[in-house]
């Protein structure tokens, strides 16, 4: 772990970085939003995601997610600057369709989003 935290290529972070970041995080919460939608009517939705399966429990989607928010972070302050900037949007980009698909399935933020 130390080599990787003293890595040179490992570029500083900038405030780019954290715009992105901050925008990454607020739609994988979103999505958990969502998600959480998705749990509490199973026989009206289904998950699409496959690690989470058709019908996750809210503990294992919020594991997960949750997990996934740590994830995100780690990895991109791990990433030199060009890598770290084609994850964040390949992240922000998957979000936005996972959030889009399910909205378009009548997924919505308690009742309202």
């Not at 290529?9 to 607020?26: F, I, K, M, P, S």
């Not at 996750?56 to 780690?74: D, E, F, H, Q, T």
Request: aromatic share 8%; net charge neutral; with cysteine.
């Amino acid at each position: 772990m130390a080599l990787l935290i003293s890595n040179p290529a490992v570029a500083e972070w900038t405030t780019e970085d954290t715009y992105r970041q901050l925008a990454l995080t607020a739609l994988i919460g979103i999505d958990w939003l969502q998600t959480q939608e998705i749990v509490k009517d199973p026989v009206r939705y289904k998950e699409s995601n496959p690690v989470l399966g058709d019908h996750p429990s809210m503990r294992k989607a919020n594991l997960l997610i949750g997990g996934s928010i740590l994830l995100c972070a780690v990895v991109a302050w791990m990433l030199p600057d060009n890598w770290r900037k084609g994850f964040q949007y390949i992240v922000i980009g998957a979000e936005v369709g996972a959030i889009n698909n399910n909205y378009q399935s009548g997924i919505r933020i308690g009742g309202n989003f």
